[in-house]
Nanobody, 121 residues
Framework: VQLQASGGGLVQAGGSLRVSCQASERTFSSYVVGWFRQAPGKEREFVAR????????AYADSVKGRFTISRDNAKNTVLLQMNSLKPEDTAVYYC???????????????WGQGTQVTVSS
């Protein structure tokens, strides 16, 4: 499965962005999808995940209540809506697909190339 992340950009603190993850195959619906991020000089961290049907989601405490993950299996797409953005949300955001509903990056098999999100203060 090839994943293409897009939608990043520059936004002021308090603003919103939506990043998308487009998969190349219809089997995308058989995978759990997660979003991770990596800021300069920091380790990659879990942001959000969604199960195969879209009925279950989970978030990192740092984004809970501000970010929403959703998926449209008919379009092979997972979205991450990011509201009330903060400068500390600045990072490269990666989508990933795997077989386990986990917040651990090593449980994900397929990774997109990442999209830069920059939040200015």
């Amino acid at each position: 499965v090839q994943l293409q992340a897009s939608g990043g950009g520059l936004v002021q603190a308090g603003g919103s962005l939506r990043v998308s993850c487009q998969a190349s195959e219809r089997t995308f619906s058989s995978y759990v999808v997660g979003w991770f991020r990596q800021a300069p000089g920091k380790e990659r961290e879990f942001v959000a995940r969604i199960n195969r049907s879209g009925g279950n989601t989970a978030y990192a405490d740092s984004v809970k209540g501000r970010f929403t993950i959703s998926r449209d299996n008919a379009k092979n797409t997972v979205l991450l809506q990011m509201n009330s953005l903060k400068p500390e949300d600045t990072a490269v955001y990666y989508c990933a697909a795997g077989g386990y509903y986990s917040g651990s990056s090593n449980q994900y098999i397929y990774w997109g190339q990442g999209t830069q999100v920059t939040v200015s203060s």
